[in-house]
């Protein structure tokens, strides 16, 4: 069993920054996909990004290329995600997840990750 909690959201003007951090704990945190998902108030869960347990891969969805980063740290069993640029359109519940390993071409579907933290709340201004 592997728990996930996310922290690291909050309120933030348009084109401003924010860093989001997933502390796992279970099972060796280094064995594991991890990724990340958000949801917006009447959207279905989207797909942000995902790295591998070794961080030699990594993606992205289209609309976070340039402007969301994937890293993680295993010696600390966290995953962060840095969001910079940010839109009123990436308000949403973001989502950690995790799973033991996702061929990189289902990086993005929901169903391949066994666990999921609770969320954090990102809201963007304009």
């Known amino acids: 069993q592997v728990q996930l909690v996310e922290s690291g959201g909050g309120l933030v003007q348009a084109g401003g920054s924010l860093r989001l951090s997933c502390a796992a704990s279970?099972?060796?945190?280094?064995?594991?996909?991890m990724g990340w998902f958000r949801q917006a108030p009447g959207k279905e869960r989207e797909f942000v990004s995902a790295?591998?347990?070794?961080?030699?891969?990594?993606a992205y969805a289209d609309s976070m290329k340039g402007r969301f980063t994937i890293s993680r740290d295993n010696a600390k069993n966290t995953v962060y995600l840095q969001m910079n640029s940010l839109k009123p359109e990436d308000t949403a519940v973001y989502f950690c997840v995790a799973t033991g390993a996702v061929y990189p071409g289902s990086y993005a579907n929901p169903g391949a990750y066994r666990y999921w933290g609770q969320g954090t709340q990102v809201t963007v201004s304009s």
């Open positions: 279970g099972r060796p945190f280094s064995n594991y996909d």
């Open positions: 790295i591998s347990w070794t961080a030699s891969n990594a």
